[in-house]
């Protein structure tokens, strides 16, 4: 390879290994503030019953995930490449006399890939059980309300039935009072109609004897029958508004 033996072409690797290791503690910075904010936007989710929505979604919060992975990944396929030029360039013939301070250098950039490869996995493991145990506690949430809801249907069915009920032993009540009270007019009424009567065959008697008394008899029970006739309208009057509030 041309070049090979320039000392040029070393720095020229140690100045983007370098490059590259710079950004992606910047990136890794980042990656790991996201996911905290990520962890913490979801706690404040769960705690805030209100309908509130935070300045940055977890949906936003998952696309930027997405995103900052793949540039991560392709700085870290960046450095490797990097560090296997570097390795090729310390076997090369001619470097002999600087292999033990050249191998010393390239063991340091791979010591700070190693370290970012795995400070990457291991936010990146984070964020994925983080999501994955909040889409679970999300899922039984969701269940959970939608069983209090449920739950809160039937209650008020329940009481709703409960009222209905208690509306209906109160009109049987009303009607059962309301038989009594026309059982026992009946009654009295019959126990009115066998005395007037007996008044009324004692009165026919003697107006048979003086047909003077006869005309104030007949008076009188035209009298008689025209309150009859007031106090059934009455009676029935008030039967059917008892009858209509017992059913209403």
Known sequence: MAGLGSSNYWEDLRK???QLENELDLKLVSFSKLCTSYSSSRDGRRSDTSDTTPLLNNSTQDRMFETMSVEIEQLLAKLTAVNDK????TNAPGTSSLNAALM???QRHRDILQDYTHEFHKTKGNFLAIREREDLLGS???DIETYKSGSGVNNRRTELFLKEHEHLRNSDRLMDDTIS???ATKENMTSQRGMLKSIQSRVNTLANRFPTINNLIQRINLRKRRDS???GSVIGLCTILLLLYAFH
């Open 16 to 18: 983007q290994a370098r």
């Open 86 to 89: 570097m390795a090729e360039y």
């Open 104 to 106: 010393h250098t390239l």
């Open 140 to 142: 039984v949430r969701k």
């Open 181 to 183: 009270i026309a059982m």
């Open 229 to 231: 006739l007031i106090l």
